[in-house]
């Protein structure tokens, strides 16, 4: 899905398919861009801080709809506090996904790398994991259980 | 009588044993009787009760909030996404 915002491309989705960051890069890249801020996360088949474990595969599932309004809604947060932001790219893999594949990419453009790109992407992320309704089960070698997130939205977190 | 769905995620889904539910509630019934409605229901819902999030019609609500008629409710576990 893609929302113009006063000509500044915002891309917010939820997939099945391979994240293709070059290409996500490309369309939020315009001709007065000079800097993007790209998170990416992904599956890390061993955890060594807290509690150790190893992970086989993440099982990721979404409410679709109200999570791609709830990542718009991220992206219109990011305008509002970095108005130097240009593209926005917000885009969630779902599915079955194994470890090193890559599972969430937040990227943010701006003319110069100072105008706060790196701190709106780290934004991003952090938001999502607050009040975008996707949910992830843990596969190990041991059994399989869901992951809950430990924050409970509250009245601000509606536009 | 209005008629609304209900819609489980993640771990509510499982211990429902369904994705979703048709029901009839009472006109002006509060999120806060919802989720004893649904209790009701499915009795192994109990204990997600104390930490579930709440959408209508794919916005976040609270306890006090009112279900309108064929609203799309969902109920689920904190997001766990990224």
Redesign the interface.
Known sequence: MTDEYMNYPTIFSITEADLDINDLLAQITLTGTGAAAIFTGMVRGETRRDDPHETVYLEYEAYVPMAEAKMKQVAEEIRQKWPTVEGIAIVQRVGRLYPKTPTVLIACTAAHRDTGVFEAARYGIDRLKEIVPVWKKEVGPGGEEWVEGDYLPKPKDRP | MNRIKV?F???LR?RAGTKSVDLEIPAETTVQRLKNLVVDEYPGLKETMD?V?I?IN???A?DESVVPENAEV?M???????
């Open positions: 819609l995620f993640a771990t499982d930490t999030v959408s794919r916005e976040f609270f969902a689920f576990p904190p997001v766990s996404g990224g």
